[in-house]
């Protein structure tokens, strides 16, 4: 009967110990998450206004080539829009829940889950 006792203290403090490391990495994730995105927000303010300057810069070149302003903003619109669909896609594609996971947790919870169930045995 002690050793059932034991089991189940052990497991008990294993719980709790997942549990923390659980709230720590989450916390840790969540931090980075939100670090990154302020740093994201600044680059991206900086290069929005670059990015105009540079854009209006081309469509002036091209008129000046001989394409005409018309056709000039249409052409640096269509390569822009398209670039930003690739990028819009791209981010999207690491903003899934799958990149936010808590890996290390998610292993140790395995591996605590084959010890308690060879120790049952």
């Known amino acids: 009967m002690g050793l059932i006792s034991d089991l189940s203290q052990q497991v008990t403090t294993l719980l709790q ?13 969540a931090e980075k998450a939100g670090a990154g995105a302020a740093e994201v927000l600044g ?8 990015l105009l300057i540079l854009l209006q810069a ?10 005409g302003a018309g056709w000039s903003s249409l052409l640096v619109g269509i390569v822009v829009a398209l670039v930003g669909a690739l990028l819009v896609r791209t981010g999207a594609a690491n903003m899934k829940p799958s990149q ?22």
């Open 43 to 50: 680059g991206a303010i900086c290069l929005m206004a670059a």
């Open 100 to 121: 936010l996971t808590p890996d290390r947790t998610t292993g140790q919870l395995k591996r605590d889950a084959s010890v308690i169930k060879d120790q049952v045995k």
């Open 17 to 29: 110990t997942e549990g923390k490391l659980l709230r720590t990495e989450l916390y840790e994730k």
């Open 58 to 67: 081309l469509v002036i070149a091209l008129a000046n080539a001989g394409l």
